[in-house]
Nanobody, 116 residues
Framework: QEDLVESGGGLVQSGGSLRLSCASS????????MGWYRQAPAKDRELVAT???????NYKASVKGRFTISRDSAKNTLYLQMNDLRPEDTARYYC??????????WGQGTQVTVSS
């Protein structure tokens, strides 16, 4: 029921960096793709970055060049390296995994707060 668990969020100053981790209880190679989403108060959840099993990556335009998504199959862990953080990056960040045949999984999220 809780296949994905995020960690690494916190409070940082503008311009700082954080690395988010998503630990999976299942072999991440069984996912067709994985990604990170975020949701700020009073706003819709939005896609931040995705990576497919083939390694293809996609990023929200406003984070491209600042954020990097990666995975470590040996550790069954997905990462999001976030550099040059801005106050508008403040949100709860969620790990996501999906398959064509078995649906999708979500973590409970980790809070990222960026101060001015």
């Amino acid at each position: 029921q809780e296949d994905l668990v995020e960690s690494g969020g916190g409070l940082v100053q503008s311009g700082g960096s954080l690395r988010l981790s998503c630990a999976s209880s299942r072999d991440i190679s069984t996912f067709s793709g994985m990604g990170w989403y975020r949701q700020a108060p009073a706003k819709d959840r939005e896609l931040v970055a995705t990576i497919t099993i083939g390694g293809w990556q996609n990023y929200k335009a406003s984070v491209k060049g600042r954020f990097t998504i990666s995975r470590d199959s040996a550790k069954n862990t997905l990462y999001l390296q976030m550099n040059d953080l801005r106050p508008e990056d403040t949100a709860r960040y969620y790990c996501h995994g999906w398959t064509q045949s078995s649906g999708e999984c979500w973590g409970q999220g980790t809070q990222v707060t960026v101060s001015s």
